[in-house]
């Protein structure tokens, strides 16, 4: 994978379920059937070394992709090679979610941790706005994971800062603190919503801020230059 294990999104249980007093606001519970749980496609290299049909077989790692112009994003690490049990991610960054077949990578960017698959001829969700203004410091903010143990739990945060470029990170990122909820492994390739709706960037990684996970968010503008 790309990251190391010390990027990996870590668990973090600081509520399992959102009171009613922090449920997203309308705008941002109505996208929820645009975002999904995605699962790399692997490959047995000795007994298919060109993954052909019938040797494939969808990752248990799940992570979160959401919709975007014709295309379901996620974060690049989701879908790059998996080491060890002989098993690999298909060349072709195959993609799964909910059972359908596979998507096929169109564009991707290590640099920024975001992966780009064309949703032509599927019947999915509406598609998201990206917002590439940044938010407000200490501004609301919302996201939803597919994938892992809290799959399907809203969770809240709020909008820290925006970070210089760091470590694996080209490109300047965002720093959200959780309130509610929190980030787990399944997180990766999350929107983060404003309370517009709209989407301010995706989950990465998190990052030990003292006693708590601050996530990692790769801003939407990121997102939106990959698909230019």
Known sequence: MRLPKVFLLIPLLLGATLPEWVLPPPPVVEVFKSVYAVYPVLYDPIKSPTLKEGHSLVSPYAGTGFLVEGYLITAAHVILPIS????????????????????????????????????????????????????????????????????????????????????????????????????HSGCSGSPIFNAQGEVIGLVSATNDAGSILNAIVIRAAEIQALLK
């Not at 019947?123 to 903010?141: D, H, I, R, S, T």
Request: glycine residues 10%; positive net charge; contains cysteine.
């Open 84 to 183: 060890g049990d002989k098993r690999a991610v298909s060349k072709n960054g195959d993609l799964y979610i909910e059972g359908r077949r596979p998507f096929i990578k169109d564009r991707l960017d290590e640099a920024s941790d975001v992966a780009a698959f064309p949703t032509v001829g599927y019947n999915l969700g509406k598609a998201l706005y990206l917002q590439v203004k940044p938010p407000e410091k200490q501004e609301l903010v919302w996201w939803i994971c597919r994938g892992g143990f809290l799959a399907n739990e809203w969770s809240m945060g709020r909008y820290l800062d925006e970070i210089p470029p760091h470590k694996e990170y080209k490109y300047p990122t965002y720093f959200i603190n959780p309130i509610v909820g929190g980030i």
